[in-house]
């Protein structure tokens, strides 16, 4: 293994924690990784391999926001997910980096409760969180893809 694909490795590990800890742009460092190694390595088995891995990438984003957007319509306005977006930024500078997972449950949960009273805030609030984890299994398993796409040109290559 070159010093390139360790550094490549090491990035895609870091990408993959990315997308669950939502701190870092891990499809972004991913996709960037494999590119690095495509440069690097060159040739037509190097850029099918990049190509397939950013599809796949693509792919995983555009289901994360199709799949749970259509769950959180249902159940949740804009409105109550933007207070949870906002409460999710103050908590990760209140509490580092697990601040994220306390702002957004509380902020939906607070929104949630001025709209529709305490006693729907909570299912609301499940079903936000809900369409939050799918989303994140959804981009971690076309991360796990793309990686995969990648260890099998390291071997070919």
């Given at each position: 293994m070159t010093l390139v694909e360790l550094f490549?490795?090491?990035?895609i590990v870091v990408g993959l924690i990315g997308i669950l800890v939502p701190v870092l742009p891990g499809?972004?460092?991913i996709m960037g990784a494999i590119l690095i190694w495509a440069i690097d390595t060159?040739?037509?088995t190097a850029w099918a391999v990049f190509a397939v891995a950013t599809t796949v990438l693509?792919?995983?984003t555009l289901v994360?926001?199709?799949v749970p957007g259509r769950q959180l319509k249902a159940t949740v306005p804009t409105s109550?997910?933007?207070?949870?977006?906002?409460?999710?930024?103050?908590?990760f500078f209140v509490i580092p980096v697990v601040g994220i997972f306390v702002g957004f449950p509380l902020g939906v949960y607070a929104a949630e409760r001025q709209r529709v009273g305490a006693e729907q805030a909570w299912p609301s609030t499940k079903a936000a969180l809900r369409a939050l984890g799918v989303s994140i299994l959804i981009e971690l398993a076309a991360g796990a893809v793309a990686t995969a796409v990648w260890l099998t040109g390291v071997v070919l290559t």
């Amino acid at each position: 293994m070159t010093l390139v694909e360790l550094f490549v490795a090491l990035a895609i590990v870091v990408g993959l924690i990315g997308i669950l800890v939502p701190v870092l742009p891990g499809t972004i460092l991913i996709m960037g990784a494999i590119l690095i190694w495509a440069i690097d390595t060159t040739g037509a088995t190097a850029w099918a391999v990049f190509a397939v891995a950013t599809t796949v990438l693509a792919a995983g984003t555009l289901v994360k926001y199709l799949v749970p957007g259509r769950q959180l319509k249902a159940t949740v306005p804009t409105s109550t997910l933007l207070v949870g977006g906002v409460l999710a930024v103050v908590g990760f500078f209140v509490i580092p980096v697990v601040g994220i997972f306390v702002g957004f449950p509380l902020g939906v949960y607070a929104a949630e409760r001025q709209r529709v009273g305490a006693e729907q805030a909570w299912p609301s609030t499940k079903a936000a969180l809900r369409a939050l984890g799918v989303s994140i299994l959804i981009e971690l398993a076309a991360g796990a893809v793309a990686t995969a796409v990648w260890l099998t040109g390291v071997v070919l290559t």
